[in-house]
T-cell receptor, first 111, second 114 residues
Framework: GQNIDQPTEMTATEGAIVQINCTYQTSGFNGLFWYQQHAGEAPTFLSYNVLDGLEEKGRFSSFLSRSKGYSYLLLKELQMKDSASYLCAVRTRGSQGNLIFGKGTKLSVKP | SAVISQKPSRDICQRGTSLTIQCQVDSQVTMMFWYRQQPGQSLTLIATANQGSEATYESGFVIDKFPISRPNLTFSTLTVSNMSPEDSSIYLC???????????FGSGTRLTVV
């Protein structure tokens, strides 16, 4: 079966750093994606990892360890607008296969 | 990245009726994906739509309930048939245009069945 786990909710303070973890057990692996979703809106793409290591994009970084089935999304210098759900998703097959999503982590940023 | 126009953005429908959702992409794509997001939940794949062939449905979803059309490489429709309140959800289409740049989603259709 396919299983993607991430914490349900997290709270952090404006200006701080937060790390959202994701573990996965899937029948195949062809890339891990992180998405941000504000309430009532569609998901927007944040990052993509297919090889082990860290990918950095401004305030956002994502890490992948394929041997451990583990990824995290790191958000630095948190802003109030970062309050949203963060979705971890795995592409299990093919170069254009669909994504399997975790249940999402609802992040609340407090002043 | 691709731009997807999805419509309608929302609808309130009577039990037993059907609703067709449309997605138009501004570039040609091989596969289009249809997802459902129930209230407070994450996204669940309904089916993968390929141009020129029948859609591939995930476990728990059947063609009679969710017929899909894919007449060309830029357009697809999903119909939610014989609706019940349990079908109330957000429906999203998605494509991947450039490898490594993620999948783009349509703006979603918020369906309420009464």
């Amino acid at each position: 079966g396919q299983n993607i786990d991430q914490p349900t909710e997290m709270t952090a303070t404006e200006g701080a750093i937060v790390q959202i973890n994701c573990t996965y057990q899937t029948s195949g692996f062809n890339g891990l994606f992180w998405y941000q979703q504000h309430a009532g809106e569609a998901p927007t793409f944040l990052s993509y990892n297919v090889l082990d290591g860290l990918e950095e994009k401004g305030r956002f970084s994502s890490f992948l360890s394929r041997s451990k089935g583990y990824s995290y999304l790191l958000l630095k210098e948190l802003q109030m607008k970062d309050s949203a759900s963060y979705l971890c998703a795995v592409r299990t097959r093919g170069s254009q296969g669909n994504l399997i999503f975790g249940k999402g982590t609802k992040l609340s940023v407090k002043p | 990245s691709a731009v997807i126009s999805q419509k309608p953005s929302r609808d309130i429908c009577q039990r037993g009726t059907s609703l067709t959702i449309q997605c138009q992409v501004d570039s040609q794509v091989t596969m289009m994906f249809w997802y459902r997001q129930q209230p407070g939940q994450s996204l669940t794949l309904i089916a993968t739509a390929n141009q020129g062939s029948e859609a591939t449905y995930e476990s728990g979803f059947v063609i009679d309930k969710f017929p899909i059309s894919r007449p060309n490489l830029t357009f697809s429709t999903l119909t939610v048939s014989n609706m019940s309140p349990e079908d109330s959800s957000i429906y999203l289409c998605s494509v991947e245009v450039l490898r490594g740049y993620g999948y783009t989603f349509g703006s979603g259709t918020r369906l309420t069945v009464v």
